[in-house]
């Protein structure tokens, strides 16, 4: 039963440009969240897909956008990186889609993206 | 609003000895709280949760957490500390009346030194 896996697994950018990241849930579940982690902090909450719809999202420009694709996969997309979006994404994945709201997220490894 | 905190950046305990990280919260409502942990360069692993009920929760690995709802607190606790049990350890909490996101604690990095 494969767990949450997210591509790439690193990714080198310089500023401007745009990046897209890519995440799929683990086998059952339906909804996706994002996150960011800087180096030394605990991950933020970027948003959260379910039914392929934006449900909520956390203090993030709007350069930071999202998809979910009827196989519950998931895509994040940044515009105009800056050098402050350097990070490690974290995908993270439940079911439910918010009727179950206390079960555990599961996480994948992670994207680390480095702006240059 | 929903907020952790982890009022100790770094924890060390010698192995076999007994292990408690640190974890406050602040929601409106009732809180879920998790416990995950970090190894390098890896996502987080879950390690256990509190929704309602017993106020001590058992999970992964031998970890255990107690809730404390007049003190705000979700500490994590080992009876026996073992030198793998070294990483970065986060709390985190869900209003379970409003928000959907997990907040999360700043974490701590426990070391069990041999």
């Known amino acids: 039963d494969a767990g949450v896996t997210q591509s790439p697994t690193h990714l080198i950018k310089t500023r401007g440009q745009q990046v897209t990241l890519r995440c799929s849930p683990k086998s059952g579940h339906d909804t996706v969240s994002w996150y960011q982690q800087a180096l030394g902090q605990g991950p933020q909450f970027i948003f959260q897909?379910?039914?392929?719809?934006e449900r909520q999202r956390g203090n993030f420009p709007d350069r930071f956008s999202g998809h979910q694709f009827p196989n519950y996969s998931s895509e994040l997309n940044v515009n105009a990186l800056l050098l402050g979006d350097s990070a490690l994404y974290l995908c993270?994945?439940?079911w439910g889609g918010g009727t179950q709201d206390n079960q555990p997220q599961h996480f994948g490894d992670g994207t680390r993206l480095s702006i240059l | 609003a929903q907020s952790v905190a982890q009022p100790e950046d770094q924890v060390n305990v010698a192995e076999g000895n007994p292990l408690t990280v640190k974890c406050t919260y602040s929601v409106s409502g009732n809180p879920y709280l998790f416990w995950y942990v970090q190894y390098p360069n890896r996502g987080l692993q879950f390690l256990l949760k509190?929704?309602?009920?017993?106020?001590l929760v058992k999970g992964s690995y031998g970890f255990e957490a107690e809730f404390n709802k007049s003190q705000t607190s979700f500490h994590l606790k080992k009876p026996s500390a073992l030198v793998s049990d070294s990483a970065l350890y986060f709390c985190a909490v869900r209003d379970s009346g409003s928000a959907r996101q997990l907040t999360f604690g700043s974490g701590t990095q426990l070391t069990v030194l041999p």
């Open positions: 993270a994945s439940s």
């Open positions: 509190y929704i309602t009920g017993d106020n």
């Open positions: 897909y379910y039914e392929e719809e």
